[in-house]
Nanobody, 126 residues
């Protein structure tokens, strides 16, 4: 139900924009998030955004470089990634969870999300 796209192979310092679409289902009243998982590591939080877009959270490792945004008309969430580093290399996953009417709801824990999409690979070469 969630489809992530936009990954690829880039060089150190480059930018990418990931998209997460949800064809066939409306996620406008859901918190949305991006997580990533590198080989041999656990899935980790990257960024989240409330259904209204008013609240966002970022992992310390991406603050100032990544920006999460959403377009509820297009039912899509984006992750703009600038100044990419080799340590950003991972499979990126998008997730969604029902906000229960809470405008500020944007969990940062992997267990806070019920809906997941297949990932998109991001590889940053040095």
């Amino acid at each position: 139900q969630l489809q992530a796209s936009g990954g690829g192979l880039v060089q150190d310092g480059d930018s990418l924009r990931l998209s997460c679409a949800a064809p066939g289902r409306t996620f406008s009243r859901y918190a949305r998030a991006w997580f990533r998982q590198a080989p041999g590591k656990e899935r980790e939080f990257v960024a989240s955004i409330s259904w209204s877009g008013e609240t966002t959270h970022y992992a310390d490792s991406v603050k100032g470089r990544f920006t999460i945004s959403r377009d509820n008309v297009k039912n899509t969430v984006y992750l703009q990634m600038n100044v990419l580093k080799p340590e950003d290399t991972a499979v990126y996953y998008c997730a969604a969870d029902w906000a229960k009417g809470n405008n500020d709801y944007a969990p940062t824990d992997v267990h806070g999300y019920d809906y997941w999409g297949l990932g998109t690979q991001v590889t940053v070469s040095s």
